[in-house]
Nanobody, 124 residues
Framework: VQLQASGGGVVQAGDSLRLSCAAS????????VAWFRQAPGKERDFVAS????????YYGDSVKGRFAISRDNAKNTAYLQMNSLKPEDTAVYYC??????????????????WGQGTQVTVSS
């Protein structure tokens, strides 16, 4: 499956952004989807994930209550709604898909397919 992330940009602290992850190739509904982010000089960290049926959803501690992941299997697209953005949210955001089960939804190694990343910059 091929993934295309979009929606990044430069915003001010407190603003909102919605990232999109468009999938093509294999049936999107078969895959768990996640967002990870990587700031300069840091590891690629887990942000959020959603089970293939849209039921189970998980969030990293730093984004709980501010970010929301969703998916529309009919449109082969996943989303990350980001509210109350902070300067520390600045990073390249990557979407990923994989043959996950609920217990592996937060594990980077569970995702075989990765998009190219979209830059999010939050100024103070």
């Amino acid at each position: 499956v091929q993934l295309q992330a979009s929606g990044g940009g430069v915003v001010q602290a407190g603003d909102s952004l919605r990232l999109s992850c468009a999938a093509s190739g294999r049936p999107f509904r078969n895959y768990g989807v996640a967002w990870f982010r990587q700031a300069p000089g840091k590891e690629r960290d887990f942000v959020a994930s959603i089970h293939r049926d849209g039921g189970a959803r998980y969030y990293g501690d730093s984004v709980k209550g501010r970010f929301a992941i969703s998916r529309d299997n009919a449109k082969n697209t996943a989303y990350l709604q980001m509210n109350s953005l902070k300067p520390e949210d600045t990073a390249v955001y990557y979407c990923a898909a994989g043959n996950t089960i609920i217990t592996t939804l937060k594990e980077k190694s569970a995702y075989a397919y990765w998009g190219q990343g979209t830059q999010v910059t939050v100024s103070s």
